[in-house]
C-alpha cells in the first residue's frame, strides 16, 4: 500500500519564503490522495466508522484555497451542501458528523452543527468568492455567516455574544454555556466582520474568553460562560488543555503582526517556560501549571509555528521529531494530526499568511501548481 508522506519531509530543509513560494506543493497532493474520495469527502480512515466531520471540510477547503485548487475546492464545499446540509447550505448548517451508521448504510450521524467548522466554511467562501471573483461563493459566505449568528451565537446577559460550539445542547438552564477556546480564530472573525460588526464584537468576546481561561500560558479545551459573570475554568478532565486547545497555539502564531498579535502572544508565551525536558506533554492544565503524557504529532505539529517565534531551540527539536516521523498508512492515516501538520508548515514555508483585516494572502500564482 502507497503511504502518506506527512507534510514534513520538504520542510525539514531550510529555505526562504520565496523559495517556498516557487516550489510544487506535493503535500498537498498527497494529502487529496489519503483523505479525499473523489466526490469531495474529507475522510478519517484512522476510525471504524470512517467519518467526515465538518471541522475537516472547512480545513480542506481552506488548503484547497491556499493551493488555488479550485477544482478540489467545489467538490467539498459540493459534498458538504449535498451531504450535511441537506441539499442547501443557504437554509441549513452542517451537521458535523457523517459516517457508517449502525444500520448499514452511510449517513448523518449527529445532526447538530459544529461552530468551528462553519466559520472556517463560510471564511473560505467568502476569500473564494474574492480571490477567485465568484460572486456565487461570496454570497453563499455570506448566507452561512448570518446563519452562525443567527443559530449558534447567544447573549445570556449584557456582557457580550457568546459563540455556542454547536447549535443545540450547549446552553443549559438560560444561564450557563459550555465554550470551546479554539473554534474562532481571530483572522476568521475579523474577516467575516466586514459582513457584519457583531463579528468583531464576537471576535472582542473570544479575546475575553482566553483572557479569563488561559494561566500558566496554558489554554484549556473547554470552558463555560455564566450569566452575570463571564468566562471561568471549568472542573475535571474538560478543564484540562489537550488536542482541542493545541489549535489556540496555531491560530495565534498565525495573526498578522500588529497589537492584538502582540498581546495573544505575551498571553500565551509563558507556555514556552513552563514545559522542559525533551517532550511536550499531551495535556496541560491551566488550574494548576501541571502536565502530563507524551504529545502527538497533532501536537508538535499544531505548536510548530508558535514555538518558532517563542523558543527557536525546541522548535528544532520539534522540527526534527516531525521529520523523523513522515509516514503514515494511507488506508488507516491520522487525520487531524496531518491537517493540522499541513495548515501549520505550509504557514511556516511561506505559502500564506493572513492580512490585519483577516484576507489571506497566497503566494504568486506563477509559482503554485
Request: aromatic share 10%; charged share 25%.
Amino acid at each position: 500500500m502507497r503511504r502518506l508522506a506527512v507534510m514534513v519531509t520538504l520542510f525539514w530543509v531550510s529555505v526562504t519564503p520565496a523559495d517556498a513560494l516557487c516550489r510544487a506543493w506535493p503535500e498537498w497532493a498527497e494529502f487529496r490522495q489519503a483523505y479525499l474520495q473523489a466526490d469531495g469527502r474529507v475522510i478519517d480512515r484512522s476510525l471504524p466508522d470512517q467519518p467526515t466531520v465538518s471541522e475537516a471540510a472547512g480545513y480542506a477547503a481552506f488548503l484547497a484555497l491556499v493551493g488555488d485548487d479550485r477544482p478540489t475546492f467545489e467538490l467539498i464545499i459540493r459534498w458538504v451542501r449535498d451531504n450535511l446540509s441537506g441539499g442547501d447550505l443557504n437554509q441549513r448548517l452542517p451537521a458535523w458528523r457523517w459516517g457508517h451508521r449502525d444500520a448499514g448504510d452511510w449517513g448523518v450521524l449527529d445532526s447538530n452543527s459544529a461552530s468551528d467548522a462553519d466559520l472556517w466554511l463560510a471564511f473560505d467562501l467568502v476569500e473564494a468568492g474574492r480571490l477567485w471573483a465568484e460572486p456565487r461563493f461570496a454570497r453563499l459566505g455570506r448566507q452561512l455567516a448570518m446563519r452562525i449568528l443567527d443559530e449558534e451565537v447567544v447573549h445570556l446577559d449584557d456582557l457580550g455574544p457568546v459563540l455556542l460550539p454547536g447549535r443545540e445542547g450547549f446552553v443549559h438552564d438560560g444561564q450557563r454555556a459550555v465554550v470551546n477556546p479554539s473554534y474562532a480564530p481571530s483572522f476568521v472573525l475579523a474577516r467575516l466582520s466586514s459582513i457584519d460588526p457583531r463579528f468583531g464584537a464576537l471576535n472582542q468576546s473570544t479575546d475575553r474568553l482566553l483572557d479569563a481561561t488561559v494561566a500558566f500560558g496554558f489554554v484549556p479545551d473547554w470552558a463555560e460562560y455564566v450569566q452575570g459573570q463571564g468566562y471561568r475554568l471549568v472542573s475535571g478532565q474538560e478543564g484540562r488543555g489537550a488536542y482541542n486547545a493545541i489549535r489556540v497555539y496555531l491560530w495565534t502564531a498565525l495573526m498578522a503582526d500588529g497589537e492584538a498579535r502582540q498581546r495573544a502572544m505575551h498571553r500565551l508565551q509563558a507556555f514556552a517556560t513552563q514545559i522542559s525536558g525533551d517532550e511536550l506533554p499531551e495535556w496541560f492544565d491551566p488550574r494548576t501549571g501541571e502536565s502530563g503524557g507524551v504529545a502527538s504529532r497533532a501536537h508538535r505539529a499544531a505548536l510548530l509555528p508558535f514555538l518558532k517565534q517563542v523558543a527557536p531551540v525546541r522548535y528544532q527539536r520539534i522540527l526534527r521529531q516531525l521529520h523523523e516521523t513522515t509516514a503514515v498508512a494511507h488506508d488507516g492515516g491520522h487525520y487531524y494530526g496531518d491537517v493540522l501538520a499541513l495548515i501549520a508548515l505550509a504557514y511556516d514555508e511561506g505559502r500564506y499568511a493572513f492580512a490585519s483585516d483577516g484576507r489571506l494572502l497566497r503566494g504568486s500564482s506563477s509559482c503554485r501548481h
